[in-house]
């Protein structure tokens, strides 16, 4: 335990840059798989601490939890609320997270000077991804004047980006109705007008394909999926099929335009990575321009465990490429 506690305390000074004045921001505390407690992730949301057990076997004892929920506490005195969450629970209740301490959950935090709704137990996730931050910033500054399709959008926190940095549209497409009323109320917190055919509440193929067939087309399209599902429409699988769903949206983009693909499987190695999006593009119709790094925050300082493969070039298995497309 006492091993533990210091691993939370080093991380923790290792990141006093991260913190705010205000305490209005987000970042990652503790990035357990890196940083010598393989399970434990921990992330501060504004003034609320989060702590995720991803532990494959036997959860994270209460009493450990405890310890260091106490730690940061004492190091963090202005934090007002915590939970925790069992990614492995068989109760619901457990997964969206179980209050440790305080009663005012935060509802938003504040990022390159955008704020962005949070629900915090919304599902196993905390509704923001803290690893896309540096991109978050890529559209902000690259967007302007320009149309972007945010393809399973989650909570919309690319779109709302975008449209800070002056996008002309931003279509947010998520097949989860709860998710994309999240995306609503960041445009609202901002300002934003809520364009109601901007948020598609469906399934990812048959929307893919009737925008191909409407030939409609966008400035920049990010895909951005999860690791693996399945529905009617059709199956994600970002180890054996990500090619095919690149094939899917690559049609969606206006020549010249840029496609976002991300791939976030541990086992898709960054040389691997790389090979697919070459192979893809072997006919001079796509072309690799640049790669998003993930920010050290999330990556873990002073970093003992490594990943399963190795995710170079990319600096974490979150693997984001810009990739600029050409049509026929």
Not at 212 to 218: E, I, L, P
Not at 284 to 291: A, S, T
């Amino acid at each position: 335990m006492d091993a533990v506690l210091r691993s939370v305390e080093q991380a923790l000074h290792a990141r006093s840059e991260c913190i705010d004045p205000g305490h209005e921001g987000a970042f990652r505390l503790f990035n357990g798989f890196s940083e010598g407690f393989p399970g434990l992730v921990v992330d501060v949301y504004g003034r609320t601490l989060v702590l995720q057990d991803r532990t494959n076997g036997p959860r994270i004892h209460q009493t450990l939890i405890e310890e260091i929920a106490g730690l940061i506490r004492h190091e963090l005195g202005w934090l007002r609320a915590g939970i925790v969450k069992f990614r492995k629970s068989s109760l619901r209740s457990e997964i969206l997270g179980v209050l440790i301490f305080g009663d005012q959950i935060d509802r938003r935090i504040q990022e390159h000077g955008i704020w962005h709704a949070l629900d915090l137990r919304l599902n196993q996730d905390a509704s923001f991804y803290l690893d896309t931050r540096t991109l978050r910033k890529w559209v902000q500054v690259t967007m302007s004047g320009r149309s972007m399709l945010n393809t399973f959008a989650y909570t919309g926190s690319l779109g709302t980006a975008a449209l800070s940095g002056g996008a002309s549209r931003v279509v947010q497409l998520e097949r989860n109705r709860r998710f994309l009323n999240l995306a609503k109320e960041s445009y609202r917190l901002n300002g934003f007008p809520v364009q109601p055919e901007d948020f598609l509440a469906c399934d990812f193929f048959p929307a893919a394909a009737e925008f191909r067939r409407c030939k409609q087309a966008f400035d920049c399209v990010i895909l951005d999926p999860p690791f693996f599902s399945s529905t009617a429409g059709g199956r994600v699988d970002l180890i054996r099929e990500y090619a095919r769903l690149i094939n899917k949206v690559r049609p969606l983009v206006k020549d010249g335009g840029h496609l976002i693909a991300i791939n976030n499987a541990l086992y898709v190695s960054g040389n691997e990575y790389i090979q697919t999006l070459d192979k893809l593009g072997g006919e001079g119709f796509m072309e690799i321009k640049d790669l998003i790094p993930i920010p050290e925050d999330c990556i873990g300082y002073h970093c003992i465990g490594t990943p399963p493969t190795d995710p170079s070039p990319f600096n974490h298995s979150t693997k984001i490429a810009i990739l600029e497309i050409r049509q026929k």
